[in-house]
């Protein structure tokens, strides 16, 4: 939603070893654990794929909002429709609160949650579920009346800034108190509004959610940031992850619920300090893998996570729902391209990876797809390369790294020890002669059947336009 700014990177070694061990606990981090982002998938319709979503070994599923919301385009389910369109609808419709309870028409109601964790359960996947208690619905009006009364008064809701438009993403106080893309913003300060936001956010908790993924988290202000006159107080986090309670009123089980923030990466954002409170999004190490695919080459820049933050504190994708769907800015890379990335951050030691769930049916040439709300995603999600490499990561969580690419970047290789993945980043076919810790001996990938040959501490082999290997130590 605002420009991105990718920090400057300071040339370095083409091999790095990533951050382990003991520091690695900070948030619940375990570095085998990979997510999968179900966007706009009904409840029924994730429940349905529960057992799908374990085999491919994703220890987290991943929710569109769950709250009410407001019913726009007549309730029309499109994920994107346009004027003519013979099913009207918008996906965003469901980032626009009327109220912090249990239930949209476009998802599925609180018994649909219920039986979705449920299901979860069964077959041993966590739910996190996408939060914003940052804004409202562009016609605040349409908030229910329940809200209202429970703040005190519909004014009581939004900041006194709340309905006036930031115009410089970089000025804390316009950031963080101003309305946002047309929605008002809302008092997040207010007791009365965080007594009500916990009751919506330990009524999913009890019915089995075990996390949280706060939207427009850098919208929120921080304890440094300024306050908007109606606040005491910038004390929202500490009331949203348990540290303090709201009218006697505590997040429940705050040591077992994995909180993340979309704190999108810009100049003047609070990277730091955010990330000392919860885990965050690493929107530019997404921005510069996807450069490398459109590149067709990988450089020294994939060695930096770019952010100042543990990389065990941040949650990786190559790609997120709002690179494609808002401005199309990954829309355009190939499902393989995809793929491919997805391999080579997978199969890193350090980060959450994220895998967003492409529309069904979509192409190249039609982003939208099939255009419901509902359906499940295109079968990206569970193909042979994805669930392979989710499975390596999971084998190799123990093992550091060392990341090294081929002369010119085409091809890279994440050494784990005990297994390497095999990364061409080009969309032409790749000679590969590099050093390697693998012991001698020939190595199959299982996915492909391609065979590996290694002799005297170095491997050879061909690789296919955008082809991923992953061999394990012998």
């Known amino acids: 939603m605002t420009k991105l700014f990718i920090p400057r990177v300071v040339a370095g070694t083409l091999a790095l070893a990533a951050v382990g061990g003991a520091m690695a606990q900070k948030h619940g981090y375990q570095n085998d654990e990979v997510i999968l982002h179900a966007w706009s998938w009904s409840l029924d319709t994730i429940a349905s794929n529960m057992k799908t979503i374990a085999d491919a070994g994703y220890n987290y599923v991943q929710t569109s909002p769950v709250q009410a919301c407001f019913v726009g385009d007549g309730g029309g389910m499109a994920l994107f429709s346009k004027p003519g369109d013979s099913v009207q609808g918008k996906w965003y419709y469901y980032y626009q609160p009327t109220d912090w309870t249990i239930g949209n028409y476009m998802l599925g109601d609180r018994s649909d949650f219920k039986a979705m964790c449920d299901s979860a359960y069964k077959y041993g996947v966590k739910v996190i579920v996408d939060v914003l208690p940052n804004h409202t619905a562009v016609d605040h009006t349409a908030v229910l009346p329940g809200l209202d009364n429970a703040v005190g008064g519909h004014e009581n809701l939004f900041h006194a800034n709340g309905f006036t438009p930031i115009t410089d993403y970089n000025d804390r106080m316009q950031c963080t108190t101003g309305e946002m893309g047309g929605l008002p913003d809302v008092n997040t300060e207010n007791p009365d509004f965080q007594h009500y936001y916990l009751q919506y956010v330990n009524d999913l908790i009890n019915l089995g959610a075990r996390g949280f993924r706060y939207d427009t988290a850098r919208h929120i202000g921080l304890p440094s940031d300024p306050l908007d006159p109606k606040a005491k107080e910038n004390d929202f986090w500490a009331v949203a992850t348990g540290k303090k309670a709201a009218k006697g009123l505590s997040m429940l089980m705050p040591d077992s ?124 999600f569970f193909a042979p390369e994805v669930v392979a490499v989710n499975k390596f990561r999971h084998a190799m969580a123990s093992q550091p790294e060392a990341v090294t690419f081929s002369d010119g970047g085409a091809v890279a290789m994440v050494d784990r020890t005990k297994g390497i993945a095999l990364v061409n980043f080009s969309g032409k076919a790749q000679k590969l002669k590099m050093s390697t810790t693998l012991p001698d001996g020939s190595y199959t990938d299982a996915v492909s059947g391609t065979v590996f040959n290694v002799a005297k501490g170095r491997i050879e082999g061909k690789l296919a336009p955008l082809g991923t290997y992953l061999l394990y130590k012998n």
Not at 282 to 294: I, K
Request: contains cysteine; glycine residues 8%; aromatic residues 10%.
């Open 257 to 380: 619920v994995f909180i993340y923030g979309e704190v999108l990466q810009d100049r003047n954002v609070k990277e730091t300090e955010y990330a000392a409170i919860m885990d965050v999004t690493a929107s530019a190490y997404g921005h510069v893998l996807r450069q490398a695919l459109e590149n067709g080459a990988a450089t020294p820049d994939l060695l930096d996570w770019h952010h100042p933050a543990r990389p065990e504190q941040l949650v990786t994708w190559v790609e997120s729902h709002d690179t494609y769907c808002n401005a199309h800015e990954s829309a355009g890379l190939s499902d393989e391209q995809i793929r491919a990335a997805w391999v080579f951050l997978t199969a890193r030691q350090g980060g959450r990876p994220l895998f967003f769930s492409r529309p069904e049916g979509s192409t190249r040439e039609n982003y939208w797809g099939t255009n419901r709300i509902g359906n499940r995603g295109n079968d990206e």
